[in-house]
């Protein structure tokens, strides 16, 4: 949902689009390689243990399977024409913005209990994140002058 997100807040304060898509894109390629270890670092230095297993697969399940099947639907879409893949997304748009918000939603009342009760763990999330964040629009800013 955050990548998502970035889209959403990029359109609603008239962004640039192609910078955005290069900061989405330079974002989604670190984090298929940084974010398990960074992760992984920082539950090891609070004393929570988490499998290697369980974060690569969330890095699978939540970030490749989804750019693989949106590579696979966008190929389909514009082997049909560019004026189909227009009307696609003219279509799913309004939906879009709907469900990330339904997820986003769904995501926190799951675990609001957890977040809670550990406020800190919340925080320690948050470091590899904020530092992903300043990294890559930087990095994206430098690159994209």
Same mark, same amino acid.
Do not use: C, E, H
């Given at each position: 949902p955050c990548t998502a997100?970035?889209?959403?807040?990029?359109?609603?304060?008239?962004?640039?689009?192609?910078?955005t898509l290069s900061q989405v894109a330079l974002n989604d390629s670190i984090m298929i390689f940084a974010f398990a270890p960074i992760?992984?670092?920082?539950l090891g230095i609070?004393?929570?243990?988490?499998?290697?297993?369980t974060l690569?697969?969330?890095?699978?399940?939540?970030?490749v399977i989804p750019v693989i099947l949106a590579q696979i639907m966008r190929k389909q879409l514009l082997a049909r024409g560019?004026?189909?893949f227009d009307a696609a997304m003219n279509k799913i748009q309004p939906w !879009?913005? /709907?469900? @990330?918000l339904l997820t986003l939603v769904l995501l926190f009342a799951f675990q609001g209990d957890?977040?809670?009760?550990?406020?800190l763990i919340i925080a320690l999330l948050a470091v590899p994140i904020l530092i992903?964040?300043?990294?890559?629009? !930087?990095? /994206?800013? @430098?690159?994209n002058r």
């Open positions: 997100m970035v889209f959403v807040w990029s359109r609603l304060t008239n962004g640039d689009p192609y910078f992760v992984a670092l920082l609070s004393s929570i243990t988490v499998p290697w297993d690569f697969t969330s890095v699978v399940l939540y970030i560019q004026a189909a !879009s913005v /709907a469900a @990330l957890a977040i809670l009760k550990q406020p992903q964040v300043f990294f890559n629009s !930087s990095l /994206a800013y @430098l690159l």
